[in-house]
């Protein structure tokens, strides 16, 4: 099975540095022109059918992307980490105290203050969605995935393995950036 995630384009919360979370946030203009981008870089590869968050900015990425040549499913398993207090925050102006410095994917910590959700909560979530993946479709399928940042995280982690020791960090998704597994 093939399977290639994108991240939604930019919003304005990206440029502010807000935590966006579930918060609905829709595309910016340079969020648009990320999509149309994505889209004439993937344009010759056909797909089985695409999965997107139903938030506004990784939905409105996908209509961009796929451009009607496959069926569009929103899934509510594919909606951002949740964090809780957090959310609409600017992160470099917000006393932190730690969280975000290391310990917000530290399975160790799991880290949930504020009612956000932990990161074994996130990981369990998309494990989830990655199983039902590998059940309902055939293995040569070839599946698009748009959705966001902390959510794209913990897949990838759950398609190429972690352990406790796992850093976290050092996997990042830009907005627009597409990355292509063969599971």
Known sequence: MKVFTIRHGQTDWNLACRIQGRTDVPLNATGREQAEEVRKKIADLEFD????????????????VVDEKCEIVYDERLVERYFGDFEGKVAKDYKWTGLLKGDLYDRRMNISEGGMESIKELLARSREFLDW??????????ILVVAHGAFLKTLHYNIIGYDDDTDFYDFYLKNGEVVEYNI
């Open 133 to 142: 993946l590998l059940t309902t479709h055939d293995a040569d399928a070839r």
């Open 49 to 64: 059918i695409c999965y997107a968050s139903p938030l506004a900015r990784a939905a409105e990425t996908a209509r961009i």
